[in-house]
């Protein structure tokens, strides 16, 4: 099937006028499919962090959202091990007229606010919630161990 | 709307067997206006309430639409906004008139705003495209072509919002709230926005979840669970009143359900018991399979151990401890003589007994109520075989003989009422078994005795093999015990549901609401 003009421009756009710290190139073969890096934002626990995602269009995009997953070993309470992240607007509020730009700008901005109240990893949030400075800990040295090249 | 409690002729009508046959209920109606005397004293009865009957109405759609349009028009009226404002208001306030009209005259912005209503003169979304306009959904910028936009003015094309909206009805199910497709803004798609971008299949849909959707949102209501069925119960008791009381419904097709929970008929059971019962069920039928006689727990960490070989000395796969399967004690104060238990009396191995005893008692317990209860679902299902197989005989009499169809009728009669009564016992067996024993307890299982046995009996009679001869006899018998049959579930139920509003009956375990 043709690519709709949405996703042609939009990643036209992508290519042509990043967002800052945030990467994403579509496979040769399947123009839906895209290798997206996001670095760990300034004073983040992941911070000098390159975490590397996977961004998927489904047919029905952009009237259902894109799904992405962490591909990089990451510690924070809205993603889970399997790298699926728990964010509003990939959920109920998705709205078609986001776009892949705004939802990677959304997941940089999880990354500088975790939120332990609205958890995916449970074990990740009570740790967040008894004692911050001991996950941030944690989250720095996981990025530091999975997340630098 | 048609009115109605139940009454004795309806408890024949319908069962969780519905499904393995077909009631013809005009076969009833003739047979009752034959006007047979064993019969008759139940019929009279009809009017007075019983215990265990509730108010309760039929509501068909037509109703449920008349009642919506109702209150839209009511508050329309009132607020002074359109008549698809009101909807879109009511339901965000799930149809509670009084408190939207009240929080609305507080401040109406606050609740115009929650509800995603635009107050502005009724214009139409079709709208023309703005200069430089692009659709924020396809990419689309050509100056021409339908676009639609609501109130806040969020411009879409018109393409891209009949997507979106059959998005949203055909494949999400919404109704109660289709926003604006920009992100963040909480305008309520209208009706007439609906209806000027959507195909009428889709329209009729997201009507139909409407419906749906103010039925689900109103306490007093509750869809009827039979397939194909298009009505709803009304029944204004509180929620909260279901732990004491049972509130049977049946709709007037026939379908004779629980309004509190849903599911089928479960008197006398309340539903937090039922819910409780159910789970305990789904929990413990596998347990309840492998333990048999040839297994037993392990006395340290309860895992159940099967002895497979004619040694004594048993070790717990799981926690390894070391025990006679004897005496159930510890093996290490066997010493030498494992090959003859000699310790059976030893204070350690009768701890370990007692705590078996117990745990084995409790599985047991719970065993004698679930056979009980299993066994009568069982049994109607075969009562119900045995009825087919009578009736195609009885046909053949017909054809052969000089009976007329109403007088091989009492049959079908007979199975419904058996049916019924079986489903009545196989709920006394769950209230049972979280019953505390007393004094009360004991005319409980009295009365649960007699129905049993009176159940027991009119199916051994329809068991009986049909001679020509004796048809008028068997006839009279059956009716008897039908009427006596149907007589004792009164009983039951009578007295099971006055103690309950009574709360004269005492359970181990607290249980909650619906
Ligand atoms: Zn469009
Ligand atoms: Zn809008
Ligand atoms: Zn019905
Ligand atoms: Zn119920
Ligand atoms: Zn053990």
Redesign the interface.
């Known amino acids: 099937m043709a690519l709709p003009k949405r996703i042609i421009k939009e990643t036209e756009r992508l290519l042509a006028d990043p967002a800052p710290g945030i990467s994403a190139i579509p496979h040769e073969d399947n123009l839906r499919y895209f290798d997206v890096i996001i670095e760990g934002p300034n004073q983040s626990p992941f911070e000098g962090g390159v975490f590397k995602l996977e961004l998927f269009l489904p047919e029905d995009y952009p009237m259902a959202p894109p799904k992405v997953r962490f591909m990089t070993k990451i510690y924070h309470p809205n993603i889970d091990k399997l790298g699926r992240i728990c964010l509003d607007i990939l959920k109920d509020k998705w709205s078609p007229a986001l776009q892949i730009r705004t939802v990677l700008l959304s997941i940089q901005a999880l990354l500088s606010s975790p939120n332990p109240d609205d958890p995916l990893a449970n074990d990740v949030a009570q740790h967040w919630k008894e004692n911050e400075n001991n996950a941030i800990q944690t989250a720095q040295e996981w990025t530091r161990k999975y997340a630098t090249a | 709307m048609s009115s109605g409690s139940l009454s004795d002729d309806d408890f024949a009508g319908s069962s969780d067997f519905d499904e393995e046959y077909d009631s013809d209920d005009g076969s009833d109606m003739e047979y009752e206006q034959a006007g047979d005397v064993g019969f008759s004293d139940m019929i009279t009865e009809k009017q007075r309430k019983k215990a265990y009957e509730v108010d309760f109405s039929v509501m068909p759609l037509a109703d449920i639409l008349s009642a919506q349009s109702s209150a839209s028009n009511h508050v329309a009226g009132i607020l002074g906004v359109t008549l698809d404002q009101a909807a879109t208001l009511l339901r965000a306030f799930k149809w509670n008139k009084e408190r939207l009209v009240e929080r609305y005259m507080d401040n109406p912005q606050e609740i115009l705003d929650q509800a995603g209503v635009v107050l502005e003169e009724d214009v139409s979304p079709v709208v023309k495209r703005p200069k430089g306009f692009v659709c924020?959904?396809?990419?689309?910028d050509s100056s021409s072509g339908p676009a639609l936009a609501l109130r806040c003015h969020?411009v879409?094309c018109q393409p891209?919002y009949e997507?979106?909206l059959t998005?949203k009805i055909v494949?999400e199910g919404e109704s109660r709230k289709i926003l604006c497709?920009?992100?963040?803004?909480n305008v309520v798609v209208n009706e007439q926005t609906i209806k000027k971008a959507v195909p009428q299949a889709v329209l009729d849909k997201y009507r139909k979840l409407q419906d749906r959707a103010y039925v689900a949102d109103l306490d007093i209501l509750r869809w009827c669970p039979a397939p194909n069925c298009e009505n709803a119960i009304e029944c204004r008791l509180p929620y909260s009143s279901f732990t004491s009381i049972v509130p049977t419904v049946m709709c007037s097709c026939g379908y004779k359900f629980c309004f509190g929970c849903g599911l089928g008929d479960h008197q006398p059971a309340p539903c937090g018991l039922v819910k409780m019962w159910q789970k305990k069920c789904a929990d413990d039928s596998e347990t309840a399979n492998w333990i048999s006689a040839h297994t037993k727990e392990c006395g340290k960490c309860q895992s159940t151990i099967e002895k497979n070989g004619g040694c004594n000395h048993m070790t717990c796969r799981k926690c390894k401890y070391e025990f006679c399967w004897v005496c159930m004690g510890p093996w290490s104060e066997h010493g030498t003589s494992w090959y003859n238990c000699n310790r059976f009396e030893e204070s350690s191995s009768t701890d370990a007994r007692d705590q078996q005893a117990k745990s084995r008692a409790s599985l047991e317990r719970y065993l004698h109520y679930y056979n009980r209860f299993a066994n009568h679902e069982h049994s109607a299902k075969l009562d119900r075989d045995l009825y087919t197989k009578t009736e195609k005989k009885m046909e053949e009499m017909q054809r052969t003989s000089d009976l007329s169809w109403i007088e091989v009728q009492f049959l079908k009669k007979a199975v419904d009422v058996l049916t019924s009564c079986r489903m009545t016992l196989r709920w006394t067996y769950a209230f049972a078994f979280y019953l505390a024993k007393n004094n009360i307890t004991e005319l409980f299982e009295d009365n649960q005795r007699d129905l049993e046995v009176a159940v027991e009996a009119l199916s051994e009679l329809l068991e009986k093999p049909i001679e020509r001869e004796k048809i008028a006899e068997l006839r009279q018998q059956v009716l008897d015990k039908t009427v006596y049959v149907g007589s004792r579930r009164e009983v039951v139920l009578e007295d099971t549901a006055k103690g309950l509003a009574e709360g004269r009956w005492e359970f181990f375990t607290e249980f909650a609401k619906v």
């Open positions: 924020m959904i396809c990419f689309d969020h879409f891209c997507h979106y998005q494949e497709p920009e992100s963040g803004c």
